[in-house]
C-alpha cells in the first residue's frame, strides 16, 4: 500500500514531467489523475484483504452463471430469436446516425471473429491483423476503379488475395512465438500502411481512391444506409455460422490444443505449424470480406482508416470480450465500438475512462465478459495455484 506521501511525490513528478509538452493545466490533469488511480489501486487493495473483493468476484461469477444459461443453456433459441427480431426491425425505428452506427459496429464484429480465429482459438499474438482488412478494401478499390469488376465478383477475389497474404507473412513469421511474432505482424501491418500511402501509382497515395462503385443486385442498387446495414447483417450471419462450425470441428479443437500447449499437441501427432498457418490465412480471409464491405459502404478508401490504433482495438474487443466466445467476441465488439461514440460529449476525457473501464473488468473478469467454460477454468486455477518463492 502506498503511503500519502508517495503518491503526492509520484503525481507531483508525473505532472513535472508533463510540463514541457501541455503546459501547467494540463500537468495538474495529469497529477490529479494520477492521485485518484493511486487511491483506486489503494481501496483495490484494502478491499483483498478484507475479503470484499472476494465477494465482488463472487457476485461476477454468478452474473457470468446468469449470461451463460442465456448462452449455452435451453433459454439460448429464445434469446436468439429476440435479438434477431430486434435486429431485423431496427431500421424501421431508428435514426441515420443509430442506423450507421450499427452498420459499423457489424464491420467490426466480423473483424474481431476473424481476429479471434488466430488470437482465441490458436493463442497467437498477432498486432497487425488491420494490414488484412487493408488488403482486401483496396483489392475492391482497385479492381471496381480501374477494371469496373463488381462487388459480388471481387468478394471472393478478396478474400482469397487476402488470405494469400496471411500465407505469405505466416510461412516465415509462424516459426516465432508470443512477443516475436507480435512484433513481426506488427511491422508488416505497419509496412502495408506505409506503401499504401506512398505507391501512389496503385492505391492513390494519401489521397486515397474514391468513385468505388456500390454493391448492385439485379434491378436494386445499394444506395441507401438500410441496404448496408442488411447486408452486413448477413454478412455477420454467416461468418458467425462459419466461425462456430469451425470452432467445433476436429480443426478448431486441434487450434484449443496448440493454443494451451504446443510441444504437448505436437507430441500428439498434431501438425501444428500447418493448422497455425492455416488458422492466420482463415483469419486474414475473414478480415478481406470486412474490407471489401467497408469501401463498399464509404465509396472510398485511404491509408488513415489502416493505423496500429485499429489492431489494438480489435484485440482488445476479444480479450474484453472472451478469448474464444463467439458471444463473448461480439459482445466486445458492441462494448468497444458504442463506448467512445457514447462518451463523444466527453472528448478530452472519455479515453480516460475507456481505458479506467478496461482496467476494472480485467481485475473483475480476467477471462471477459463472456469467457468459455475452458477459460474460466483456467483462470481460476492461475489463481489459485501456488507461487513457488524465487531463490535469491
Not at 441507401?224 to 454467416?238: G, K, M, S
Not at 488458422?279 to 472510398?300: D, P, R
Not at 478469448?323 to 472519455?350: H, K, N, T, W
Request: net charge positive; charged share 10%.
Amino acid at each position: 500500500m502506498k503511503t500519502p506521501l508517495r503518491i503526492i511525490l509520484g503525481s507531483a513528478w508525473m505532472g513535472l514531467l508533463v510540463v514541457p509538452f501541455g503546459g501547467l493545466k494540463m500537468a495538474a490533469y495529469v497529477a490529479l489523475a494520477v492521485v485518484a488511480g493511486s487511491l483506486v489501486f489503494n481501496a483495490i487493495g484494502i478491499m483483498g484483504r478484507r475479503g470484499t473483493l472476494s465477494g465482488i468476484k463472487s457476485a461476477a461469477a454468478g452474473l457470468d452463471e446468469f449470461i451463460h444459461g442465456f448462452t449455452a443453456g435451453p433459454k439460448k433459441a429464445a434469446a436468439l430469436v429476440v435479438i434477431m427480431a430486434f435486429l431485423l426491425t431496427l431500421p424501421v425505428f431508428s435514426n441515420r446516425y443509430t442506423l450507421d452506427l450499427s452498420t459499423q459496429t457489424g464491420i467490426y464484429i466480423i473483424l474481431a471473429l476473424g481476429l479471434n480465429i488466430v488470437v482465441g482459438q490458436t493463442g497467437l499474438l498477432v498486432f497487425g491483423y488491420v494490414a488484412f482488412y487493408a488488403v482486401g478494401a483496396y483489392t475492391y478499390a482497385i479492381l471496381s476503379t480501374a477494371h469496373g469488376v463488381g462487388f459480388w465478383t471481387v468478394l471472393p477475389i478478396a478474400a482469397i488475395f487476402a488470405g494469400i497474404f496471411g500465407l505469405l507473412l505466416g510461412a516465415p513469421a509462424l516459426r516465432l512465438r508470443g512477443d516475436y511474432l507480435a512484433i513481426v505482424t506488427l511491422g508488416f501491418g505497419e509496412i502495408t500502411r506505409i506503401v499504401l500511402n506512398n505507391w501512389d501509382s496503385v492505391t492513390g497515395g494519401p489521397n486515397g481512391i474514391s468513385g468505388v462503385k456500390r454493391p448492385v443486385l439485379g434491378f436494386i442498387g445499394f444506395q441507401d444506409l438500410t441496404h448496408f446495414y442488411y447486408l452486413v447483417l448477413i454478412l455477420l450471419v454467416l461468418t458467425v455460422v462459419f466461425v462456430r462450425r469451425l470452432n467445433d470441428s476436429r480443426i478448431g479443437r486441434a487450434w484449443i490444443a496448440i493454443r494451451e500447449d504446443e510441444v504437448a499437441a505436437e507430441a500428439m501427432g498434431i501438425n501444428t505449424f500447418a493448422l497455425k498457418l492455416l488458422a492466420f490465412s482463415l483469419g486474414a480471409m475473414v478480415a478481406g470480406l470486412a474490407g471489401v464491405f467497408y469501401v463498399a459502404k464509404m465509396g472510398f478508401v485511404s491509408p488513415e482508416s489502416f493505423n496500429f490504433f485499429e489492431s489494438v482495438i480489435i484485440l482488445c474487443m476479444i480479450v474484453l470480450g472472451g478469448m474464444g466466445s463467439i458471444p463473448g467476441v461480439i459482445l466486445g465488439a458492441v462494448a468497444l465500438y458504442v463506448l467512445p461514440e457514447a462518451l463523444r460529449d466527453f472528448q478530452q476525457y472519455r479515453m480516460l475512462v475507456f481505458g479506467s473501464a478496461l482496467v476494472v473488468i480485467m481485475i473483475f473478469k480476467p477471462e471477459g465478459f463472456i469467457g468459455t467454460r475452458r477459460r474460466g477454468i483456467e483462470t481460476k486455477h492461475q489463481e489459485n495455484e501456488p507461487r513457488t518463492p524465487v531463490a535469491v
